[in-house]
Structures are given as structure tokens and as C-alpha cells.
């Protein structure tokens, strides 16, 4: 569900007309509607309502502070992967004891600082980093609540470069090894075995896969609660979303045509999973990012140039790969709209960045309303892995982003300067 949405012929995010947002601060522009968060946040709480849980959103997917708030006022949990991560949340002002510090390749820095910080849970994805998390509590004179991230080895279909629970995968320690691992961690003096976390991809559409490995997972879990006294289950994240015909016109006609195109509803995962989940009598962790975040942001775009060349059109537009990289790295689909509807012939185009790679494009030989030079466009359901991926190839500034609420906007984080860019370098004292 989402809350962008034509008005006559102009787009809405809430009640702001996006294109008086272009014109005030500027182009490329991320936009994030509060409710739309907090909507989705709201729905997947509801829909879990009836086991103990605790929604842990993914930092990765979309760290703004103004993000990471809206979510920390609703009761949120975190999902982080670094100490940069951690830092955010507290200075958001979320609670690090909700906090589970995820990640295959934490330093000891990391391990300290949230043994400080007394997070939750720190989700161990091998045996070298619990003896080192040991080590580091047994220093603090301490003891480090710990999970060990369960590989379950269920097949997923989606991209090839976010399926994370295959044993072709670097994440997480084998189904097969676990109980060896966790009598082993229960040996080390400093660990508190505190619960069990799986994760098996993203963007999975389908409720098939959590299923699966839940099932899959259920005997396991049985068994180490009773040998170790776990505490909870993480099932993880990888809700998808929808990324194509995003636009309609109302909530429950979202949710209508999500559920008509088979796509994963918090309804369908709960009733798939509560009657599994239910008797272990366990706290459920969740870890959604893209489900929160995905459909709660549009990136906006300016029209640069036309250009015909005979064979194709390519729509030149002032944002970049460097600005939302999810195309070329995913082979991403992103719907592509003009802020203001014109009654108008369609158009076959490449909507293309310009930055210098054959990889610089948002999408190939797509049907379009005619645009021209100055007309803005959105690329919606850009809210998750958009800006976060974001990087100053080219010596492209970091664009802005604006959170709305209802009829207020605000700059919740400004356009970098251009010599931001460059001001960490330094020229080498031989050279000077
Ligand atoms: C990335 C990640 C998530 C969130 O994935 P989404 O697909 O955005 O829901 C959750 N848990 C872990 C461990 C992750 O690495």
C-alpha cells in the first residue's frame, strides 16, 4: 500500500503535490510518505498480533534518521549490520536493547561497542566470530546474548544476488551443523545463547519459501530450546513487495490487487506461519526492511534531453545509477510516471542517467507518455535500497530527501555539497 497517488492529473504524495516539491528543493529528490511506514509497520504487527513478537525493520533498507524515528516512535525494533548502524538508531533515538546486530563480519570494534550499547541479540553467522564475541565479553566481564544464523538450504526465487539461504550463499552456519555449534557455544562461559535466526533472501513474493523454512526449521528450534532455554525465533526479513502497476487508487484496492497478483499480504504470511509458529511458545523476531520502506518512497526526476537517434528513444533525466542503483545491479523494475498526466501519444524509451556506463539506465524499451525536456518524472517504489545505495560516482552530489506527513513536507536531509565530495582528500605532500 502506498500513499502516492493522482489527483486529476498531478501526483500526490499524502497531500503535497510532488511537482511543488521538485521546484523547492530541487531534482533528483527521494520523497517518503510517514504514513505509508507506518501504515506498513502497523499492518504486519497486526497481522502477528497473536504470538509475542518483536519487528526488528532493517536499517539497511532505508537508514534516514527521520526513517529510523517514525519507526522508533511505533515501538520498533532494529535490524542493524555495522556500527554506523548502530550509532543511527540511538542518535534517531531508537532503543539498542531492541536492537539484533546482524552480519557475517563484525570486528572487534563492532563486538564492544554493542556489548556497550547491550543490544538485544548479536546473530553469529560462524564459529571464529562467537569465540571472538566470547572473548570480548569475557574482557567486559560480561555476557553476550548470542543467535546463531541458521542456513535452512530452502531454494528461493529471486534474484540471484539477494537469495542468502543456499548453501551456495555466504551467509549463515549449515542446518546440519547447528547443534554441534550451539552444544560448543554452550561450552563458552561468556555467551548467553538467547535464540535461533534464519533469513532466507529478498524481495520473496510468495509465502512458499518462509513457509518451508519455517517448517524446515521447527524440529531444530524445538530441540535447542529445550537443550539451551532460547528465549526467541528470528524468522527474518525478505517480505516482497510490489513493484510493478503501482499506482491505485486506494489502500484497500492496493491490498486487493497485491493479493489478486499472488503477492505476499501480511495477511497470507501470518496465516501461513502463525500455526507453526504459535506452539513453540517462543517470542517472535521479524526483520522486514523492504517491506516498510519499499512502497514508502519515490525518487523524482527531471527530464535533461530527448534524444531519437532512428532506432531508440532515450529519455536523458538529471538522476543517475549513482542515485538508485537497484536497475543495474538487480535488474530492478521501477515504474516510471509523470508527476502531471497529459493526454498524449506513448512513447518506446530507454529512461537513461548520465553517467558514463552502458549500466546507467532505470528501464529498456518501455512504453511511456511523451515526455520533453523540463517535465519531472517518478520512479516509484524506490523507498528501499535507493538512497542507502547511493554513491558519488561521477563526483555526483548525494541527492536530497523529504519525509511528508499528511500536508507538511520536510528536508530530512539536504543535497550534499559539491565540495562535500572531495573534502576528506588530501593532495600528497610530494605532490605539493
Ligand atoms: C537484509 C536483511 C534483512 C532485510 O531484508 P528485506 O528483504 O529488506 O526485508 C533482514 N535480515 C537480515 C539478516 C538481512 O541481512
Given at each position: ?110 563486538i564492544?561497542?554493542a556489548l ?5 541479540c548479536l546473530n553469529a553467522?560462524?564459529e571464529p566470530e562467537l569465540e571472538r564475541i566470547n572473548r570480548i565479553a569475557a574482557r567486559r566481564k560480561t555476557i553476550a546474548p548470542v543467535a546463531v ?32 555449534v550451539y552444544a560448543r557455544a554452550a561450552k563458552l562461559k561468556h555467551l548467553r545463547l538467547r535464540g535461533v ?31 539451551h532455554g532460547l528465549e ?201
Open positions: 500500500m502506498h500513499q502516492f497517488h493522482y489527483r486529476g492529473d498531478r501526483l500526490y504524495c499524502e497531500a503535497v503535490r510532488l511537482e511543488s516539491l521538485a521546484k523547492r528543493f530541487g531534482t533528483p529528490l527521494y520523497v517518503y510518505s510517514h504514513r505509508t511506514l507506518v501504515n506498513h509497520f502497523q499492518k504486519l504487527g497486526r497481522a502477528m498480533a497473536p504470538v509475542d513478537h518483536l519487528i526488528c525493520y532493517a536499517v539497511k533498507s532505508n537508514s534516514n534518521q527521520s526513517v529510523l524515528r517514525t519507526l522508533a516512535n511505533l515501538g520498533s525494533g532494529f535490524d542493524i549490520v555495522s556500527e554506523g548502524e548502530l550509532h543511527r538508531v540511538i542518535q534517531a533515538g531508537g532503543d539498542p536493547r531492541k536492537c539484533v546486530f546482524a552480519g557475517a563480519g563484525k570486528t572487534a570494534a563492532e564492544e561497542f556497550r550499547q547491550k543490544v538485544y553467522e560462524s544464523r541458521v542456513n535452512p538450504n530452502v531454494a528461493v526465487d529471486t534474484h540471484a544476488k539477494i537469495t542468502t539461504g543456499t548453501y551456495e550463499d555466504k551467509f549463515g552456519i549449515a542446518f546440519d551443523l547447528i547443534e554441534g535466526q534464519m533469513h532466507i533472501g529478498s524481495q520473496i513474493t510468495k509465502t512458499g519459501p518462509f513457509e518451508n523454512a519455517v517448517r524446515k526449521m521447527l524440529p531444530l528450534v524445538r530441540r535447542l530450546t529445550e537443550r526467541f525465533f528470528s524468522i527474518g526479513g525478505g517480505l516482497g513487495i510490489l513493484y510493478q502497476f503501482a499506482l491505485v487508487s486506494g489502500p484497500a484496492q492496493w491490498w486487493r490487487s497485491a493479493a489478486a497478483r499472488g503477492i505476499i499480504t501480511p495477511a497470507a504470511y501470518a496465516a501461513r506461519l502463525l500455526p507453526l509458529l504459535k506452539p513453540l511458545g517462543l517470542r517472535i523476531l521479524l526483520e522486514p526492511g523492504r517491506f516498510i520502506s519499499g512502497n514508502s518512497g519515490v525518487l523524482i526526476t527531471r527530464v535533461e534531453y530527448v534524444k531519437r537517434t532512428g532506432r531508440k528513444n532515450f529519455v536523458i533525466v538529471d538522476a543517475a545509477m549513482n542515485d538508485l542503483i537497484r536497475p543495474a545491479f538487480y535488474d530492478a523494475y521501477h515504474e516510471i510516471v509523470p508527476l502531471t498526466r497529459r493526454r498524449s501519444r506513448m512513447m518506446k524509451a530507454d529512461v537513461v542517467g548520465g553517467v558514463c556506463e552502458s549500466g546507467d539506465f532505470f528501464c529498456k524499451d518501455r512504453l511511456l507518455p511523451h515526455v520533453a525536456e523540463g517535465d519531472y518524472l517518478a520512479l516509484m517504489s524506490a523507498g528501499a535500497y535507493g538512497f542507502v545505495m547511493a554513491s558519488n560516482y561521477n563526483s555526483r552530489a548525494l541527492t536530497a530527501e523529504v519525509l511528508v506527513r499528511d500536508r507538511q513536507a520536510a528536508l530530512v536531509r539536504e543535497r550534499q555539497p559539491l565540495k562535500e565530495i572531495w573534502a576528506g582528500e588530501r593532495i600528497a605532500p610530494w605532490l605539493q
